[in-house]
């Protein structure tokens, strides 16, 4: 058992069984849950390898090579979406297998690496695009092209990707509030968490802190999601911190290694599929999460 710290607003100590699914991998991330299929996508970003996981066969190869893929989510479609770092590029996976660009360059110089993504309903897609791809072991060693790190927009119809924010200094974990209406982004170097009100026409407007995730456990900001009662869980120091709606701190979910993403699944969505260095890991939640298509 591991136990879930309590903090600010939590009333009651909270413990979580952690169950490995897999281990001895190089390191996981960008999980993914498909709720028709039944089954777990996730990264192993060294390795070049797209895993697989499902109660019925356990982990296997979805895909391999993968142009060291990081974040991953689905479309409205139920299509692959990728973060790629070998290539700097956003692709999605067509029904048939073929791999389509979404975005590569910006004004003509190719992007650092995007690293996460998450769709909106009206059919844009939001990255951020921090500079890890770039270094050696977890993407290509290779000069940054671009002088900052940003957020950006591909909207439904794919193109030359919108600049939505660029005064980050590493860009990472991003998640919509339920009504959409607004978005929020975590920084790992700066160590907390911003929210922008999305404009009518998509773009990003503010940028406040909301945040911080502070801790002197390791740990930083990077995978972010919200469960269904509209609390923000982000990886930060020791696991992954939990805020209410009003950015209180309710509890720090203590994961055995230092955590970069997870996401939730099973038919209830009260499974939080948990990608931590070398592990996968599986824990039971009260509140579920919300389903990506």
């Known amino acids: 058992m591991v ?7 939590a009333r009651q100590e909270v413990s979580y069984a952690f169950e490995t699914l897999g281990t001895g991998f190089l390191f996981t991330e960008g999980p993914v849950w498909h709720p028709t299929g039944r089954f777990l996508l996730f990264s192993d970003m060294p390795g070049d390898h797209l895993r697989r996981w499902s109660a019925a066969d356990g982990v296997t190869t979805f895909r391999r090579p993968c142009d060291m893929s990081n974040g991953l989510t689905w479309d409205r479609q139920a299509r692959l979406v990728a973060c790629e770092h070998a290539t700097s590029r956003l692709t999605r996976t067509e029904p048939d297998g073929s791999i389509v660009p979404l975005a590569s360059h910006w004004r003509g110089k190719q992007l650092n690496s995007p690293n996460d993504v998450v769709c909106r309903s009206d059919g844009g897609i939001y990255f951020s695009d921090p500079p890890y791809g770039r270094a050696k072991y977890y993407g290509v060693e290779r000069p940054q092209e671009l002088p900052f790190q940003g957020v950006y927009r591909v909207g439904p119809d794919p193109g030359a990707p919108e600049l939505l924010a660029d005064d980050f200094e590493r860009p990472n974990g991003l998640c919509f509030s339920l009504d959409e209406r607004r978005l929020f982004v ?3 170097a700066r160590q907390h968490i911003r929210v922008f009100d999305v404009a009518p026409d998509g773009g990003l407007r503010g940028g406040r802190l909301w945040a911080e995730t502070k801790g002197d456990q390791p740990g ?17 120091p020791g696991g992954i911190h939990v805020f209410d709606p ?4 309710l509890e720090v979910i203590e994961v ?18 948990i990608t931590a260095s070398t592990s996968l890991y599986r824990i039971r939640t009260t509140t579920p999460g919300r389903p990506v298509f």
């Open 3 to 9: 136990r879930g710290r309590q903090a600010r607003t």
């Open 186 to 188: 975590n920084d790992t």
């Open 220 to 236: 930083a900001p990077d995978g972010m999601k919200l469960d269904a009662a509209g609390n923000v869980y982000c990886c930060g």
């Open 246 to 249: 009003d950015a209180g701190l």
């Open 256 to 273: 055995p290694e230092r955590t970069a993403n997870f996401a939730w699944g099973d038919d209830d969505y009260r499974s939080l599929f």
